[in-house]
């Protein structure tokens, strides 16, 4: 069982920044990749940036170069930093984590944490 736990959200101005954190715990393998969704009212979760155990990232085009994504292997902990935030950043953000245990692919998720870009 796997446990994630999602801080940092809040409100904001355009322009401003946020950092994020996910805290992952339980049954977790040394090789996996950790990232970060978000979902806007009325839309589908999409990706915004992953990452994976050896420091391989992957962002949406839509944050590239606006959004800077890390982690703590010895934490088990995902960050994300999000600069220059526009009203269309506004949405719930979740963390998740993709692993592979005993032949096992798994997904697991957080609760998510809001985020609120204010014009």
């Known amino acids: 069982q796997v446990q994630l736990v999602e801080s940092g959200g809040g409100l904001v101005q355009t322009g401003g920044s946020l950092r994020l954190s996910c805290v992952a715990s339980?049954?977790?393998?040394?090789?996996?990749?950790m990232g970060w969704y978000h979902q806007a009212p009325g839309k589908q979760r999409e990706l915004v940036a992953t990452?994976?155990?050896?420091?391989?990232?992957n962002y949406a085009d839509s944050v590239a170069g606006r959004f800077h994504i890390s982690r703590d292997n010895a934490g088990n902990t995902v960050y994300l930093e999000m600069n220059s935030l526009k009203p269309e950043d506004t949405a719930v953000y979740y963390c998740?984590?993709?692993?592979?245990?005993?032949?096992?692919?798994?997904?697991?998720w957080g609760q998510g944490t809001q985020v609120t870009v204010s014009s």
């Open positions: 339980g049954s977790i393998a040394s090789i996996n990749t």
């Open positions: 990452i994976s155990s050896v420091g391989i990232t």
């Open positions: 998740n984590l993709r692993q592979r245990r005993f032949s096992i692919n798994t997904i697991d």
